[in-house]
């Protein structure tokens, strides 16, 4: 089992920063890869940003260039640095943690992150 805590949302107007965080505990030596999802309302979930115990980091095209995503595996902790936000990136965002022995994902409650325009 993984269990997966996020925090370091909220409001910020367009333009502005904001830093997620994910704090991972249990079975976190099971874990392949991490990453951060959101879902804005009536939409469905997305890929927002992805590292690998590698340090391999993925982005979607949306965010990439403006957000960077990162490890401090002594903290077991997962960041998401968003810049230069825009009010299309308002959503709740979700930590994932990949367990590809089980194939299994694990999600985190989700942290709320709202630009204004």
């Known amino acids: 089992q993984v269990q997966l805590v996020e925090s370091g949302g909220g409001l910020v107007q367009a333009g502005g920063s904001l830093r997620l965080s994910c704090v991972a505990s249990?079975?976190?030596?099971?874990?392949?890869?991490m990453g951060w999802y959101r879902q804005a309302p009536g939409k469905q979930r997305e890929l927002v940003a992805r590292?690998?115990?590698?340090?391999?980091?993925n982005y979607a095209d949306s965010v990439k260039g403006r957000s960077t995503i990162s490890r401090d595996n002594a903290k077991n902790t997962v960041y998401l640095q968003m810049n230069s936000l825009k009010p299309e990136d308002t959503a709740v965002y979700y930590c994932?943690?990949?367990?590809?022995?089980?194939?299994?994902?694990?999600w985190g409650q989700g942290t709320q992150v709202t630009v204004s325009s």
């Open positions: 590292i690998t115990n590698g340090g391999s980091t």
């Open positions: 249990g079975s976190i030596l099971s874990i392949n890869s």
């Open positions: 994932n943690a990949a367990v590809v022995s089980v194939l299994w994902d694990y």
